[in-house]
């Protein structure tokens, strides 16, 4: 499929370090993938759903020691440590490469090898790059197939250009001690072996458009960012977009494909969906900030996905899709999980394929990390600039996290530095979701902590210098969002989902310089009646409540960060610094 000399030297590499026993090249066709299919069906990888009902769309099961991603045996193996800073973990390059080598000896024998051609963001825009991923495991071909663009246009789109980033999977025998998933970002070069598991393994999403991007950002003058994109569309038919950054857990499918609340859909209020994960974002002509959605599918938790949490991506799964590890109802092949309705199949096969009565059984039928794979195109409210190659401009960056007490539901920061600070003090408290104890503060600077590709404190120096290069009346407005924020008894004060809107809102006016707002120590704060609460059943003083500055708990806040920051040592920026400082001073008043 391509005379490409890089691609074919390091193919001809990697052949004789795994010896497959046969390469299939994948084009792109349907043909092919439609091939794929009926062999994964034919040797159990993946399961045929009803086909009337759920046209398309198939289910794997994968080991259930490998259900989720593995940050304990994810790295990054730069020449020095420093330069992987200390959020990652890090060994020396040479050392890695020895130690995978030997893992990957042979471990295609008996196995097919397919080369995957792709390119997160459309083919041939100028934000867009490329990636080869070599793998054994035809789940992870159909899976990158709604992900990503893939196959020979993709080649062809190369060229003879040696500017690609090779990845090399082995699923092998899922051995978690033996599971590695290792980033050199100097070579442009991802490795993952002993998993199946799609955060893992779908290597274009977290370890490509994620880890190795941002150190490509970083060094190219643009950024890689753990972000939705969603476009809101007035009554006069004018969009505007946000990207916004949540650790998990935190609602970010949800407000990507929001539906308004009644009353403002009446009005003509509408949200339209880009991006749900992550967003490339550089500098357009005309000095705004620009993102793009590299992917081309959503790999979207399903437990707690319905008609009423998130009707557009529930819908965004009703074909062409890849469910991993949900439940199946055995009567019509139909698939079901937590949280999508009251009434579990009867006739089940569980999560780990045991069949099981789901109404009587005790404990989950979908795992907590199960997945859809379903193509963005699906989407209702998929946006009409989703394939732009040029992107869509950025109004406002929304950072946010789960805060019971301290976040108020929005605050505006006062200029990019000061936004820059807020990102990089994010945090979200534990759920009774996962594992370990609940309301523990974790830090996770722009949702990035498992993410960036590079020492976190150079990762928060090319924030800043980004704003440097661009003019304050283009930059886009920074905020932060707290929906989760709790009363005295534990009650969670907003309503949330598609009442979100109402920030939004405020958001967009503040960007337009029309909305009201109040300095506090920590921002600006909506003024009393600046956001919008027609129909909603909440008394003003109630919202009031929500924008309540606890100064105690902001302090033990700013000692959190403070001690956060000092891994960082020197390399700490002094923006950052001179940020905490600040506010140290106006809350301490
Ligand atoms: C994801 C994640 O799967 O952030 O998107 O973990
Ligand atoms: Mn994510």
Redesign the pocket.
Known sequence: MTNNKVVLSWLEEMKALTTPDSIVWIDGSEEQLEALRAEAVSTGEMIKLNQEKLPGCYYHRTAENDVARVEDRTFICTPTKEEAGPVNNWMEPSEMYAKLNALYAGSMKGRTMYVIPYSMGPVGSPFSKIGIELTDSIYVVLNMAIMTRIGKLVLDQLGDSGDFVKCLHAKKDVNPDERYIVHFPQDNTIMSVNSAYGGNVLLGK?CFALRIASYQGMQEGWMAE?MLILGLENPKGEVKYICAAFP?ACG?TNLAMLIPPEYLKEKGYKVWTVGD??AWIRKGKDGRLYAINPEAGFFGVAPGTSVKTNFNALESTKKNTIFTNVAINNDDMTVWWEGLDKNPPENCTEWTGKQVNGKTFEGKLAHPNSRFTAPAVNCPCISSEFENPEGVPISAIVFGGRRAKTAPLVYQARDWNHGVFVGATMASETTAAAAGAVGVVRRDPM?MKP?VGYNMADYFQHWIDMGKTLDADKAPEIFHVNWFRQDDEGNFMWPGFGDNMRVLLWILDRCAGEASARECEIGYIPEKGAIDTTDLDMTPEALEELFEVDKKLWLEDVADQEKYFAQFGDKLPAEIKAELENLKAKLSK
Do not use: E, W
């Open positions: 977290k753990h998990s970010k994960d992550i949702a993410f």
